[in-house]
């Protein structure tokens, strides 16, 4: 194999101020991730597990198949939208490994205002559906939903059917 040759100064200013932006900047989304991953109420949480509830996080845990990768889709959705709590526009989505089997798995968080699916969580879950159909995934789909924040009305670029 011909190895790829290069022009790049690794020792120059500008390729050391290039690194330290983009490490600056992925340490950034890094941050963001995990905020949307993990940042829930304590009251929220303690109330859902006194139900007996497990947080969307472990259901998911629970469902995939150990040791498998699972890819996530919308990590951001509604970062900075709805006064910036709908973490991940109130799901955990991806494609994951059920016995034996790549699925698309949308698991509704309750810890998240209720459960309550905003309009930009409908989004993320049907575009879920259109990954799943277009790749001829089976859909798996934890429900654990507070119902429709109907006061925001129907997503934006989504047909409403009558």
């Known amino acids: ?22 490490r600056a900047q992925v340490a950034r989304l890094q941050e963001e991730l995990t905020a949307a991953s993990s940042k829930r109420s304590a009251r929220s949480l303690a109330r859902h597990r006194e139900q007996g509830k497990l947080p969307a996080k472990e259901r998911l845990e629970r469902l995939l198949d150990p040791g498998t990768p699972f890819l996530e889709i919308g990590a951001l959705a509604a970062r900075g939208q709805y006064e910036g709590d709908v973490h991940k526009a109130g799901s955990f989505c991806g494609i994951g ?25 409908v989004k993320k879950a049907l575009r879920a559906q259109q990954i799943a ?30």
Do not use: C
Not at 3 to 18: C, G, L, T
Not at 98 to 115: E, F, W, Y
């Open 1 to 22: 194999m011909v190895p790829i040759s290069s022009s790049v100064d690794v020792q120059s200013a500008a390729f050391r101020e290039n690194d330290r932006a983009l």
């Open 97 to 121: 490994v059920v016995s034996g089997q790549r699925v698309m798995v949308n698991a509704n968080d309750a810890t998240v205002k209720g459960g309550t699916i905003y309009p930009l969580g």
């Open 133 to 162: 159909m277009e790749n001829r995934l089976p859909f798996v789909s934890l429900v654990d939903s507070g119902g429709a924040y109907l006061l925001l009305g129907p997503p934006t670029g989504l047909a409403v059917l009558s």
